[in-house]
């Protein structure tokens, strides 16, 4: 099983939380970190194991995730990124649904 990890900084975190104590007490006066935040960061993790953190834009497909990560090994994930009080649309949830039912992992990316 991995390890959840921060946003801000990757350390390990606990469980159901998306932001280390270290990183809340440095944001504290802001209410989330922005989706773009999250964004940079999700790339840039990629990018430091090598693999590709594309912007999939899908002209005439609505709902498609923010992001293909392209992992080495092969390896192909999915990812949709939402502030804490974003909500997945029902069209979000259509491809979710979508691309595990071919064998692709997707996931959502909150911030906090």
């Not at 270290?22 to 922005?34: A, F, P, Q, V, Y």
């Not at 497909?61 to 090994?73: F, H, K, N, Q, S």
């Not at 491809?95 to 064998?103: A, I, P």
Request: proline share 4%; with cysteine; aromatic share 8%.
């Amino acid at each position: 099983m991995s390890e959840d990890r921060c946003v801000c900084c990757g350390d390990i975190i606990p469980e159901g939380r998306q932001v280390c104590p270290g990183c809340e007490i440095r944001t504290s006066g802001t209410s989330k970190l922005s989706e773009k935040y999250i964004e940079r960061r999700l790339r840039e993790e990629i990018q430091k194991e090598g693999g590709l953190c594309l912007k999939w834009v899908c002209p005439g497909w609505a709902g498609v995730p923010d992001r293909i990560c392209l992992i080495p090994e092969g390896r192909i994930a999915f990812v949709e990124l939402k502030t804490v009080n974003g909500t997945v649309s029902d069209r979000q949830k259509w491809w979710r649904k979508k691309l595990t039912s071919l064998g692709f992992s997707h996931f959502i990316v909150k911030s906090t």
